[in-house]
């Protein structure tokens, strides 16, 4: 028991010290950067897959792209508070991060790029599962929502 004890103890020792949890950043900023990139991932996660269904890589399944859809849309309902410090951009983080100062300044267009999203993100919810014209008729406007912001507020 005490033996037991003893051995989460020092495990608990090294994860605090970050010696088993080697992707656990110490540096806040890049740990805000780390959940953007984890929001991000699980975007093109659900994503990935009704794209290679619009162009035909993977057969249109209803109930997979309807689920795909929603699960984007939940996303939504998470809070990205915290995500976005100051100071996060690339050139601050090379090799890190790869937004652009420009999501900082153009405050503006940066909400424009991210309401464009969210009613893509809607629209495709309402209808990816409803048969392919429907799935398709939105599909693009997702793929767009996505790259749009991209364009303007990413880097290479
Ligand atoms: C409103 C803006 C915006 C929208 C909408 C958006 N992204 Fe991003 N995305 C970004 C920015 C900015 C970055 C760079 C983050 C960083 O490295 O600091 C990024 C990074 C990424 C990355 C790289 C993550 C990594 O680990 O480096 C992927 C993959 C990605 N986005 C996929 C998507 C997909 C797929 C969609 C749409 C379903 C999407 N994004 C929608 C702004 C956006």
Not at 53 to 78: F, H, P, R
Request: charge should be negative; aromatic fraction near 8%; glycine fraction near 8%.
């Amino acid at each position: 028991m005490k033996k037991i004890l003893l051995l989460l103890m020092a495990m608990a020792m090294a994860i605090a010290s970050g010696t088993i949890a080697h992707t656990a950043e110490r540096d806040p900023v890049k740990k805000a950067i780390q959940a953007r990139h984890a929001v991000m991932i699980l975007r093109s996660w659900y994503a990935g897959p009704l794209f290679g269904m619009a162009k035909g890589d993977i057969e249109y399944d209803a109930d997979w792209a309807g689920a795909l859809a929603n699960s984007l849309k939940a996303e939504l309902d998470t809070t990205d508070r915290g995500m976005w410090p100051e100071e996060s951009d690339y050139e601050a983080y090379p090799d890190f991060s790869r937004t652009l100062p420009e999501w900082w300044l153009d405050t503006d267009g940066a909400e424009e790029a991210e309401k464009a999203y969210a009613s893509a993100v809607t629209q495709i919810a309402e209808s990816a599962g409803g048969g392919l014209n429907a799935f398709r008729s939105a599909i693009g406007d997702l793929g767009k929502s996505c790259k749009g912001c991209h364009d303007s507020y990413r880097t290479e």
